[in-house]
């Protein structure tokens, strides 16, 4: 197995407030890896210190072999990133959405890898057609073409669930599980863990800006993940009255 | 792949994609446009315009017009970027911020430049002279390079502001006065008539203005995006 | 944080200082022949105008060096020259009014130091709307860096360009320009007069410098305790 994301000690600050407090997390290559987490909890701060749109204040960062924040050219290049927002142009339709972000990339005669994209989210038949006239759903599919324009090794994806119906969601579930079928390695944050729970192979708890425990799916009890999810939360905040006790 | 090739690609295809979007939309063009005609209406009323005091006039005006018309434009489209999250998109691509600076600067000096071409021939008709010229011409080209130039930049700052709305014009203003008083100053003079000898000074100073701001956005422009 | 004691001594003398350059001022510098009276505001304008370049030039530097070592100390350096300097800059063009007044006949005029320094008065007052409409703590120093080089800058090319008019502001040290209204020659006392303003004025300068910085200090761990207390 070979380690592709690598975090050590992470510290990310907002002002006072410390959003990250030396959290480390692992990655092995293939991986599919859900971050549980309430709001607030540091996961999108996590997710965009990993995808270098937000430099660590402390800490040491490698992905694929590169390291963060110093060569983060290098690793832009291995990544795709799928945020809350679309990242989108929508006065653009969805083929010069890609082939922005192709050149962007530096691809070159990409006029058939577009379609190929286009055709595996499901948009090939819209892709004439205006980005903002889409749903939330198919914004949301193209977000990960456009994410994976580049064919990249990891893929990183903030609560791309968030205001989708459930047909939306399950394309967008059966799009993951043919990406990571292709050897990619993922990781996810959500809420939504009846859904999660049938997508990762791994399973971590972030709490107050540390990952507190690390799961994989065959060693969680069926339907466990919430009662999991729940008994690390619960054992923390005993753990923290304690302390405060003491 | 060369660096530098893909600096190019990238700056290029920010331009493309500036110029597609505003092909398909014509929202900034238009509203820059109208925004234009109601200023020099404006002005026409405010300052009762008559031929006598106009030829004086028109240089300030016509540069009153295309700045206020820029700043609606520069404040729009680095909105586009930031509201859908774009902004993100282009800064996780693996390119120099640099190449998404230019990209920007030269697809709204483009529109600035088209909203001039548009604005030119109407004041003529409107007024019954002809303004246009290779000398104005130069000089528009000259002015709004370095009103976009810092505009941009400014603009990428002002849109991650609360408050945004108001903020462009009063950070851009007054720095960009110098640029502003030369173009005027030449305008003025080439309108008035006089030898491009006498207006070398401007001209100059203009190019130097140019210089100045492009570099000086170029190396802060990266402080401005990065968190 | 106790008041360090070289700036409690700095205080007491930045005052002593300052009451002896107003006794220079009144006492030791001669009535102008011409002007009279109103002449004294003089060396109390220069000064003033001294100081509030030095602070923005400082709050340039300043930017600079928070962009490249992103410490919290330079933003704090930043923002203590830009309050400072905004309010010598405004004594400068007050002082200026009340000669003006009586010597060119005028409140104000379109002279090119005048409007220069007007405009740079402009940028500063926008440099603080900036900061103050981001919320982000370490995205308000970045920015507030950025736009206090890029004003720094253009503030010299706005002199420049309308210094390209004819002026009117006499051009008390080097040179004479026939055409400007209020020109006088110096004598020793009054040049003296002068350099000990501008000296006093810069030992104010720092004191105040240190007083806002340790201001900013002292705001920090303020907010840093309520977040601990919220937390």
């Known amino acids: 197995m070979i380690t592709i994301i690598e975090v050590r000690n992470l510290i990310k600050r907002f002002g006072h407030k410390q959003v990250l407090r030396k959290l480390n997390f692992s990655v092995q290559q293939g991986e599919f890896v859900a971050l549980l987490g309430s709001n607030g909890a540091g996961k999108t701060t996590l997710l965009r210190t990993l995808s270098s749109l937000s430099k660590p204040n402390y800490g040491e960062i490698q992905i694929a072999g590169y390291y963060l924040p110093g060569q983060s050219a290098q690793v832009r290049k291995k990544l795709g990133v799928v945020s809350h927002l679309p990242l989108l142009y929508g006065d653009l339709n969805a083929e010069e959405n890609l082939k922005f972000y192709g050149r962007l990339y530096g691809l070159s005669d990409f006029q058939n890898h577009i379609e190929e994209i286009l055709q595996l989210v499901g948009l090939l038949k819209r892709k004439k057609d205006l980005v903002r006239t889409f749903s939330r759903g198919m914004q949301q599919r193209l977000a990960i073409g456009r994410a994976i324009i580049h064919d990249p090794e990891v893929l990183l994806l903030d609560e791309p669930h968030t205001g989708l119906d459930q047909d939306a969601a399950n394309m967008l579930d059966t799009l993951l599980q043919e990406i990571a079928s292709r050897g990619r390695t993922v990781v996810m944050t959500s809420h939504d863990f009846p859904r999660v729970a049938n997508l990762a192979t791994r399973f971590d708890v972030l709490y107050k800006g540390i990952i507190h425990s690390s799961k994989f799916a065959k060693d969680l009890p069926q339907h466990g993940l919430l009662a999991y999810y729940q008994s690390i939360v619960d054992e923390i905040d005993a753990g923290g009255e304690n302390q405060d006790a003491a | ?227 | 944080m106790k008041k360090p004691t070289t700036l409690k001594i700095l205080d007491v003398v930045t005052l002593v200082a300052l009451l002896g350059a107003t006794a220079m001022v009144f006492f030791y510098a001669p009535i102008e022949r011409v002007m009279g009276a109103v002449q004294k505001v003089f060396y109390f304008h220069v000064a003033a105008g001294w100081v509030g370049m030095l602070s923005f030039l400082f709050a340039a530097i300043a930017g600079i060096l928070y962009l490249v070592k992103k410490t919290k100390i330079w933003d704090l350096v930043g923002v203590a020259a830009v309050e400072i300097g905004i309010i010598f800059i405004f004594i400068n063009i007050v002082t200026g009014s009340i000669w003006a007044r009586p010597i060119w006949n005028t409140w104000w005029t379109w002279d090119p130091r005048l409007t220069t320094a007007t405009i740079m008065e402009l940028v500063y007052i926008a440099y603080l709307m900036l900061r103050q409409g981001i919320d982000d703590p370490e995205r308000r120093s970045r920015f507030g860096a950025v736009y206090a080089i890029v004003g720094f800058l253009s503030v010299p090319l706005t002199f420049f360009s309308i210094r390209i008019f004819r002026t009117i502001h006499p051009v008390v040290i080097a040179g004479s320009d026939p055409s400007a209204v209020g020109t006088f020659d110096m004598t020793p006392t009054m040049f003296q007069t002068m350099m000990v303003s501008i000296v006093v004025f810069s030992i104010l300068f720092i004191d105040l410098v240190w007083h806002r910085i340790r201001l900013g200090k002292l705001a920090n761990q303020v907010e840093e305790l309520k977040f601990n207390i919220q937390d």
């Open chain 2, 1 to 227: 792949m060369q660096p530098k090739t893909s600096f190019f690609k990238a700056m290029f295809a920010v331009v493309w994609k500036d110029l597609i979007a505003e092909l398909r939309g014509k929202e900034l063009i238009s509203a820059m446009l109208v925004f234009a005609l109601l200023v020099i209406f404006i002005f026409n009323f405010a300052l009762e315009l008559d031929p006598k005091t106009r030829s004086a006039l028109t240089a300030g005006i016509l540069w009153v017009t295309i700045i206020f018309a820029g700043n609606l434009g520069l404040n729009r489209s680095m909105a586009v970027e930031k509201d859908r999250g774009c902004l993100d998109g282009l800064l996780l691509a693996p390119v120099d911020r640099t190449a998404i600076y230019f990209g920007k600067s030269i697809a709204n000096w483009i529109f600035m430049l088209i909203v001039a071409m548009i604005v030119l021939p109407i004041y003529s008709i409107l007024y019954n002279t002809n303004i246009i010229s290779p000398a104005l011409l130069l000089v528009i080209l000259l002015g709004s390079e370095g009103y976009v130039a810092i505009g941009t930049l400014l603009a990428s700052m002002a849109v991650q502001a609360r408050t945004r709305d108001i903020l462009l014009p009063i950070l851009l203003f007054p720095v960009i006065l110098p640029v502003l008083i030369a173009a005027v100053k030449a305008s003025a003079g080439i309108l008035s008539g006089f030898p491009f000898s006498d207006l070398q000074t401007w001209f100059n100073l203009l190019i130097v203005y140019d210089i100045i701001f492009t570099s000086v956005a170029f190396m802060v422009f990266d402080s401005v995006v990065e968190e």
